[in-house]
C-alpha cells in the first residue's frame, strides 16, 4: 500500500522566514494532493489540495509544489507568522474513498 | 461549513472497560470515518461509512467496532478496552462527490486514556 514520508518531523522559524515541509509518497496511482493544518487541542482543517494535474497552487501565503517524476509534495508557508504555529499534515490518496494516506506530521513553530 | 461534534472530550476507563465515542455531523455528508492519532504515526483509519447501516475497515480496526446509525450519527466501540487503545480519536465526515468530495472535516477529538 502507499506509504508517505513527512520531514521534518519538527521545525522552527522566524517570523517572516519561510518554512518548507515536504512529504514523499509511493503509489504512482496517486492522484489527489492535501495539507491539512492542526491547532492546538483542534481537528484537522484542510488547507489546500490539489489533483494531480496541477504542478503548482498558492493561495494566502501558501504555495504547494508537486512533482509527480519524484513522487514528491512540498507546502511552502512564505513569511510565517506565530499563528501559524500548529501542526501540518499532508494526505494523500488514488481517489478512492477510504484510502487517504496521512503523513506523520510536522510540527511547526514561529517565534517572534 | 461542515460540523463534526464528539463526546467526550476526554474519557478515562480502565483495562476491559467497555467504552462508546460518539460522532454527529450535521452537513449530510454521506461519508464519516473514525481515525486514531498517535506521536509518530500521524493519522490511522480504523472504519468509515457510507451511510446508515454501512461500515467499512479501515487500516487498523482489531478491537474496536462502529456503528452508524443515521446519516448523522457515528459511534466507535471498545468493548474491551486495553492500554494500546490509549489515543486522541477523531471523527471526520465528508461529501459522497463534487469538489469537494475528498475534504475531510473533522471533530475536535476525544482523547481516551486506558489505564
Known amino acids: 500500500g502507499e506509504q508517505v514520508e513527512q520531514r521534518p518531523p519538527h521545525l522552527s522559524v522566524r517570523e517572516g522566514d519561510s518554512a518548507i515541509i515536504i512529504c514523499t509518497y509511493t503509489?504512482?496511482?496517486?492522484?489527489?494532493f492535501s495539507w491539512y493544518k492542526q491547532e492546538a487541542g483542534a481537528g484537522l482543517q484542510l488547507l489546500m489540495s490539489?489533483?494531480?494535474?496541477?504542478d503548482r497552487k498558492e493561495e494566502q501565503g501558501l504555495t504547494v509544489l508537486l512533482n509527480k517524476k519524484d513522487k514528491r509534495l512540498s507546502l511552502n508557508l512564505t513569511a510565517a507568522h506565530p499563528g501559524d504555529s500548529a501542526v501540518y499534515f499532508c494526505?494523500?490518496?488514488?481517489?478512492?474513498?477510504?484510502?487517504?494516506?496521512f503523513g506523520r506530521g510536522t510540527r511547526l513553530q514561529v517565534y517572534a | 461549513e461542515a460540523a463534526v461534534t464528539q463526546s467526550p472530550r476526554n474519557k478515562v476507563t480502565v483495562t476491559g472497560g467497555n467504552v462508546t465515542l460518539s460522532c454527529r455531523q450535521t452537513?449530510?455528508?454521506?461519508?464519516m470515518y473514525w481515525y486514531r492519532q498517535d506521536t509518530g504515526h500521524g493519522l490511522r483509519l480504523i472504519h468509515y461509512?457510507?451511510?446508515?447501516?454501512?461500515?467499512q475497515i479501515g487500516d487498523v480496526p482489531d478491537g474496536y467496532k462502529a456503528t452508524r446509525t443515521t446519516q448523522e450519527d457515528f459511534f466507535l466501540l471498545l468493548e474491551l478496552a486495553s492500554p494500546s487503545q490509549t489515543s486522541l480519536y477523531f471523527c471526520?465526515?465528508?461529501?459522497?462527490?463534487?469538489?469537494?468530495?475528498?475534504?475531510?472535516?473533522f471533530g475536535s477529538g476525544t482523547r481516551l486514556t486506558v489505564l
Open positions: 471526520a465526515s465528508s461529501d459522497a462527490w463534487g469538489p469537494s468530495a475528498e475534504t475531510l472535516y
Open positions: 503509489d504512482s496511482a496517486t492522484a489527489y
Open positions: 490539489v489533483l494531480s494535474n496541477v
Open positions: 494526505a494523500v490518496s488514488a481517489r478512492v474513498v477510504g484510502q487517504l494516506t
Open positions: 452537513n449530510s455528508h454521506n461519508y
Open positions: 461509512s457510507y451511510g446508515a447501516g454501512n461500515l
